[in-house]
């Protein structure tokens, strides 16, 4: 079964430095992958999903970015965070191409702008 | 474009008593049907999901869900709540775009089981 992790659990930042998160899975290859963000503890804003390596589909115009340097590592970055960019990310993967297949979650990463 | 609805933001149950999470949803095509568990600060676990047969759908730690296609319904059930299942729910759909089998979820509905 697909195992995902994610690092750092928690970060605090000030506004206007840099962020990158990182999320790697193990188990399957060639997943879809995704980037959820959750704000104030409610509702899953998709912010990134990528079906396989260098490509990536942007749900929301921001101040986030996401890249895909290999088949099981999915990245994402700010050159400068806001106030708003505060919240709980979450990287999700699912298997390509088998139907019907849910979505598994990292444990995600805790982010304070400061 | 796919959504799914949770109309209540909060239920509470007596520990014992059956409790159902509500969930309707819009898609076109056949949905694909999904309940997940979130704790606090962690990530989210998968309960149940209908894609075809049966309208009513078992999962883990006893919840079951029910589809229904003309009310576009799939409620979160369980016979008898437990305080450990306080929690808070998402119910979710998928479509298939362009490869990508984009998962929308609902706002979430905190369930709070009570002694």
């Known amino acids: 079964s697909q195992t995902i992790h994610q690092w750092p659990a928690t970060l605090v930042q000030p506004v206007g430095s840099p962020l990158s998160l990182e999320c790697t899975v193990e188990?399957?290859?060639?997943?879809?992958l995704y980037w959820y963000r959750q704000a104030a503890g409610r509702g899953l804003q998709l912010l990134f999903y990528s079906v396989g390596i260098g490509q990536i589909s942007s749900e929301v115009p921001q101040n986030l970015s996401a890249s895909r340097p290999q088949d099981r590592q999915f990245i994402l970055s700010s050159k400068k965070l806001l106030l708003s960019d505060s919240g709980f990310y979450l990287c999700a993967c699912s298997i390509r191409g088998a139907t019907g297949t849910e979505a598994f979650f990292g444990q995600g990463t805790r982010l304070t702008v400061v | 474009a796919q959504s799914v609805a949770q109309p209540e933001d909060q239920v509470n149950v007596a520990e014992g008593n059956p409790l159902t999470v509500k969930c309707t949803y819009s898609v076109s095509g056949n949905p694909y049907l999904f309940w997940y568990v979130q704790y606090p600060n962690r990530g989210l676990q998968f309960l149940l999901k209908y894609i075809t047969g049966d309208n009513l759908v078992k999962g883990s730690y006893g919840f079951e869900a029910e589809f229904n296609k003309s009310q576009t319904s799939f409620h979160l059930k369980k016979p008898s709540a437990l305080v450990s299942d306080s929690a808070l729910y998402f119910c979710?759909?998928?479509?298939?775009?362009?490869?990508?089998?984009?998962?929308?979820f609902g706002t979430g509905t905190q369930l709070k089981v009570e002694l």
């Open positions: 979710a759909v998928r479509s298939y775009t362009g490869g990508g089998n984009k998962l929308t």
């Open positions: 188990g399957t290859s060639n997943p879809n």
